[in-house]
């Protein structure tokens, strides 16, 4: 793998991590629809990383999403609970920035949050051990 490929795997790897701690806070302070938000954006950061590795470039969100889980759910190199977390996740981060409305409790906010980390944790973890 070249230097410039895996610098930006890494780039997108400490933005996961970064938003991962970002929505934690939020999460313990009570910004439920910003910790969502911030929740979505890990994921969406380290999927694309995943992308990256498969010199994957998507334009958009549904596209990325779309193209995680063709390269890597669907050849099972990731679990398909993965597909359904970020389908999930999307459309709660639609509500939670856009639904006025739409109001998060504690427990769900938590239930998001536990999902993005177990999401980052594992591609992370698949990451680091095919970026050398």
Known sequence: ???????????????ADERLLSAKFSLSKGFYNDSISI???A?????RAALIL?????????GSIHKFSQEFIKKDIFPKK???????I???RINADYNFK???NQKETTDIY???????????????GNIK
């Open 43 to 47: 994921v969406l950061d380290i999927a």
């Open 114 to 128: 536990a999902d993005a980390l177990e999401f980052v944790t594992i591609v992370k973890k698949y990451l680091l």
């Open 39 to 41: 929740s979505y954006y």
């Open 54 to 62: 498969v010199e994957a470039f998507p334009k958009s969100h549904a």
């Open 82 to 88: 993965f597909g359904k977390i970020m389908s999930d």
């Open 1 to 15: 793998m070249n230097k410039a490929k895996r610098e930006l795997i890494e780039l997108a790897i400490k933005s």
């Open 90 to 92: 999307e459309k709660d």
């Open 102 to 104: 739409r109001d998060f």
